[in-house]
């Protein structure tokens, strides 16, 4: 089996799809078809992956503009999607959350 990408997004990451909003399109001036969330999603994965700037993210790669996938992760954050997916993330703090090291600074003796 061929190795994904980081930014890839298998059937088994998609599950999350039923968490996303679903957004009629309108009847009247409908606009804009809009991007396939699955894609946006992968287009969110490889700027957080790779670090570059949403600006510039490659419109070859079919991801959608950098502006749509920084659109779509602000939606589906105001939302509650990451909440939702991690519940009890909200109310924890990286020193409390289970496994996480504390991110005060050391000195380097």
Known sequence: MARLKPWEVDNELWAIEPLLPKVERRVRHPGR???????????????LHTGIAWEHLPQELGFGSGMTCW?????????????RLHPGSATQTPSTSPGRRSTAPTSAR
Do not use: S
């Open 71 to 83: 659109r779509r992760l602000a939606e589906w954050t105001e939302v509650g999607v990451w909440l």
């Open 33 to 47: 078809k809009r991007h396939p969330d699955r894609l946006v999603f992968q287009g969110i994965l490889f700027v």
